[in-house]
């Protein structure tokens, strides 16, 4: 019953990354077709910047602890990549360079959507496998 809590728990965590992801993307948007200004946009951003590497890292460490090493190692690249970007302190979005970054910013997440997506079909297919063993 245990590995069921723990699919779940999984679940829920790239559920919120999702949803962070998202909200960062519809931000960017919005930004791009001049329905918010950039000032608001960056700070919408940054303030589920550190929020959404907190997540992946407690997700990352979960599957470290619980020793699912497929599935740690398939999120280990996204936490490298936002590990990298917060000791640079380039993890923030700048709003004078936003339009210069914005279709890098964009490609940035769609592909953190696309991992966060792979790991979700990955934690679902998983959470049905532990349900039919019990």
């Known amino acids: 019953m245990g590995e069921v809590f723990y699919w779940i728990f999984t679940f829920l965590l790239i559920l919120a990354l ?3 992801l998202g909200y960062q993307l519809i931000m960017l948007v919005d930004l791009e077709f001049d329905y ?3 000032y608001d946009s960056t700070s919408r951003i940054n303030q589920v910047i550190l929020p959404e ?3 992946q890292g407690i997700f990352c460490v ?3 602890l619980a ?3 497929v599935i740690f190692l398939i999120g280990l690249p996204c936490m490298y990549y936002n590990v990298r970007l917060y000791i640079k302190k ?4 700048d709003v004078t360079e936003i339009y210069n970054k914005l279709n890098w910013e964009k490609k940035m997440r769609l592909f953190k ?4 997506v792979l790991l979700f079909v990955l934690s ?9 063993e019990e």
């Open 18 to 20: 999702l949803g962070l």
């Open 36 to 38: 918010i200004n950039p």
């Open 53 to 55: 590497f907190i997540i």
């Open 62 to 64: 979960t599957n470290l």
């Open 67 to 69: 020793g699912h090493w």
């Open 90 to 93: 380039e993890h923030l979005a």
């Open 113 to 116: 959507v696309g991992h966060s």
């Open 124 to 132: 679902v297919l998983s959470l049905v496998w532990s349900l039919s």
